[in-house]
């Protein structure tokens, strides 16, 4: 049980005193209490930015808030019933009454049975916010204000000179393919170790993938891989259209040697930075260093919209191309004609306004998803067996998802799927690494370059990997579970 201490605040207080407090001290909501102490309702930092984005100053007393939820037990009570009546009302704290009716103590929300989620989206009040104004100021339509200021943001972020909000990443990729004139037949490659949705873009203008292994450095596009590809399609009087270079878990690939090869060559690279957006790469930002680069608002990414991406390039002209298609490639006349076809690509205004609130909080996502990995590392780093995601030199990842290999020879047997059936009987989500493309049913029979005679990197990583939960929400007690149930299937 805790004391009320820095949980509670009279109904006398204004928003803005509510509000600080809750900031400042990191506790997911406070206690109401009336002018004689009896507990009144609770309230969340949501709740708050809701009055303030529906016109109520900052000086506005609490009084002022509608009447709320409360969890509130008797002292005579058993702890367990405060705990259940929190889960009941789905709220985070609870009063404990006095006999006379005020409130004698605050009990916080234990969390210890809750399920852990891999990387479940983490959307604050000041999202809430800009969304809600974006209902206030009648721009439902799918562009808008805050579409135009997004694009403007992400520009400036990635240090780029033009950037168009999309649907999705899948759109970006899409677009880059048909802006770079990627044809049916066409030979387009791929990082073999990424998500379908790297790949399923080239797909979508019947090209044919194929498939570039990772170097153990970066866990990404192996150059020598490349090299190889490229040397095997110039034998048979090949060029591929573009090279589509996938940035995994929040790590850029090593962009110099592989721009080297690919202008040597003549070929454009699309940078695949769905996973990266908030790293950098030799003091730049990851998505900013192919002729197009791509991000992705997906839920699960390190920021969101709920859904949504963007294609970015230093070539304006391009990007205009990329507006024009992505909004059904309407030729300008007073009427509806086209002269090609486009795509319904565009991003609503409303979705933006939420994306100019998380791109607020880029960095301080970014120094969360660190620390998550940086307590896994601290932990379980110096274990035989177990290797993290390296960070490579070049760069700064966003350690999107804290990832590590196992490697069975030195653990004693256990491999990375015991430790995912143990985290699972925790309720505790964890996943494989991605299953390489070249392994896909869809791609049987593809070329696949790997990255020594010998060695496929990627085969090696989706057969000891795994993913840990890498929300930014996580709470050190939750990551000590974590810890906890893979150094106890370790030593099993
Ligand atoms: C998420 C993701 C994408 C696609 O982004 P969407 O916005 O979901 O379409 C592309 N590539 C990689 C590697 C991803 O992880």
Redesign the pocket.
Known sequence: MTHSDGLTIACGESLKTALDRLTTSGEEALIVTNPQGAPLREVSERVLRRMRAAGFSDETPLTALPAGALAAVEETEAPEAAQSAMRAANLRLAAVRAPDGTLKAVVRRDRRDEPILLSPPHVGGEEEELALSAFDTNWIAPLGPNVEQFEKEIAAYLGVKAALALS????G?HLAMALLGVKPGDLVFCSSF??I??VAPALYQWAEPVFIDSEPESWNMSPAALENAFVAAEREGRKPKAVIV?N?YGQSADYEPILKICDAYGVPVVE?A??SLGAHYKGRKSGSLGAFGVV???GN?IITTS???AIVSDDVEAIARARFLSTQARDPAPHYQHSVYGYNYRMSNILAGVGLGQLRLLERRVAQRRRVFDFYAAALGGVPGVNFMPEAAFGRSNRWLSTLAIDPNLTGGVGAADLMAALAAEKIESRPLWKPMHRQPLFEGKAYFSHGDNASVSDELFEQGLCLPSGTALTEAQLERVVETILKTLRR
């Open positions: 999705s990443g899948s759109a990729l990424t998500f949705a790297s996938a995994l695949d769905a996973e992705s608002f997906n990414k859904g949504g991406g």
